[in-house]
């Protein structure tokens, strides 16, 4: 028995077609003025479904613009899914027992947030809606390798998404050795934190995650080990750099200074983790020049971010410390509390200082322009740092973060085209796992042989809706989000008894 999604359509007429001929400028698509038409890739390896007369695929997503940001293949295309892989892309007509009709929507690889945490099974949901197809906490999960990929691989908690994480050097430090977070570890102790960075490899994380300003007790000497077992093991090693302001002493310029040195002493991949509020504020220009010249000189080092204005984090935490109005060139006045909307004062910021009450408080202290030469940038791709709780009491990235990067700042603002938006949501991030995590080899692509992940949007309409008032609100515009080419949302919204997310894992 067939089976056919149809697609609500953004325009119709003369409007569909002058909608796909502004994406097809804004990418340089092929096929129109003498340009050679390119064609899909292949992931080596790849077995290829005879797509002759009579083959039925079991889905078969039809007359959506396919985009693919490694090949540059952008054209109106069918993509022909079986046992969860993509094993045709072609402009000719393929049948399948189940039929979307994606006509006036974009086809792209899933996408892939880097800097997620844990998949809990509300959040989950509102990055599904965002267009996420795998999510990895490359900022660094609160367990060992072992109990993770336990709880959420049970039939209880398995995702909708993919689903893996990092080693955490600040929770293991303290969690699992009792250290402060200034405390400094001794020999012996950056000696065990190795064996259990060692273990929890083994057990499947794909990164090794630091955070000096959360923890600025920890040395140069205990980085460098964890991040020589990292290279060992051809994972990246990720950071929340040890200084977020351009006022010395302690500056983006040291914080940089320290992540490359990293690279260079170790040879390990390092990747800055949202450079928009640690290591590049007030000096991004400066920043990613620095980081180019080092790509320049061989260092492997990447970066991500979100595209807003604020960052948040809670009222109690070191970014709070005496002096952070002259460090983030901000007043009482540009803090709110996530969640209400409520303005802080000198008074109530005190008040709420000496409560219990730890509050998540977004500060208004990353200049516009930051964003947008972020985004820019060819190293910097897409990272949440964010994922829903229950009680909605979050940094809206956690539910718009990629919606509001692929639509605002494409469609609306023309900051940059949508191929190259794709990328960062796409084959970037999955170039800087696939080393040491074989399965992303597959992820980020629609191409013969990749996983079928697959995001399927309206480029007209897609944007984030989440506010600070109210964080807790899906993104518009994600029509379909396929996970190893099953439909875990259609037209319809979310399909929350379908999960079929599988552990990323260290190969």
């Known amino acids: 028995m067939r089976r056919t999604y149809m697609t609500r359509r953004a325009f119709v007429g003369g409007g569909l077609v002058a909608l796909f001929g502004g994406l097809a400028a804004a990418v340089g698509a092929f096929g129109g003025g003498g340009k050679k038409r390119p064609q899909v890739q292949s992931i080596p390896g790849a077995t290829t479904t005879p797509t002759e007369v009579g083959h039925v695929f079991e889905t078969v997503v039809q007359g959506g613009r396919v985009m693919d940001p490694e090949s540059g293949y952008n054209v109106i295309a069918n993509v022909g899914i079986d046992a969860g892989t993509i094993v045709a892309v072609s402009e000719s007509t393929l ?97 065990e934190l190795v064996r259990l960075c060692e273990e929890d490899l083994a057990a499947g994380y794909i990164a090794v995650d630091f955070e000096p300003e959360y923890t600025p007790g920890v040395s140069f000497d205990e980085i460098k080990a964890l991040a020589e077992v990292a290279k060992a093991h051809n994972v990246p090693c990720t950071f929340h750099g040890r200084y977020s302001d351009d006022v010395a002493p302690g500056t983006n310029a040291e914080t940089l200074d320290e992540i490359i040195r990293v690279g260079q002493e170790t040879g390990a991949r390092v990747h800055i983790e949202h450079i928009v509020s640690t290591g590049g504020t007030f000096t991004m220009a400066e920043s990613l020049g620095k980081v180019q010249v080092a790509r320049d000189a061989g260092v492997e080092v990447t970066a991500c971010m979100y595209p807003y204005d604020f960052w948040a984090t809670y009222l109690l935490s070191a970014r709070f410390n005496d002096g952070w109005q002259e460090r983030f060139h901000i007043t009482y006045e540009d803090l709110v509390v996530v969640g209400t909307g409520e303005r802080l004062t000198a008074s109530s910021f005190a008040s709420y200082q000496a409560s219990e009450d730890n509050i998540l408080t977004a500060a208004y202290a990353i200049p516009e322009t930051d964003v947008r030469l972020c985004l820019q940038s060819d190293f910097v791709m897409l990272g949440s740092d964010a994922i829903l709780e229950p009680g909605n009491r979050n940094h809206p990235r956690s539910t718009g973060c990629f919606s509001r990067a692929i639509g605002r700042y494409t469609r609306e603002l023309e900051v940059i085209d949508l191929m190259s938006a794709l990328a960062k949501a796409t084959i970037l991030p999955a170039r800087l796992t696939d080393a040491g995590a074989p399965a992303m080899r597959k992820k980020g692509r629609v191409q013969i042989g990749a996983d079928a992940d697959l995001t399927i949007f309206d480029a007209a309409t897609l944007a984030d809706r989440s506010t600070v008032e109210q964080p807790g609100v899906e993104s518009e515009g994600v029509r379909y989000v396929l996970v190893a080419g099953q439909v875990v949302r259609d037209l319809s919204g979310n399909h929350q008894e379908v999960r079929p997310g599988a552990p990323i894992l260290k190969g």
């Not at 197809?133 to 336990?150: E, K, V």
């Open 95 to 191: 049948t399948g027992a189940t039929t979307i009709d994606a006509t006036g929507l974009v086809v792209s690889p899933g996408w892939i947030d880097i800097l997620s945490y844990e998949p809990n099974s509300y959040g989950i949901w509102y990055k599904v809606a965002d267009g996420v197809t795998t999510n990895l906490g490359l900022h660094g999960l609160q367990a060992r390798a072992a109990d993770f990929f336990l709880r959420w691989g049970s039939e209880e908690e398995r995702p909708p998404t993919n689903y893996g994480g990092a080693f955490s050097d600040p929770w293991t430090r303290s969690q699992v050795l009792g250290l402060g977070v200034d405390d400094p570890a001794s020999a012996s102790q950056i000696a």
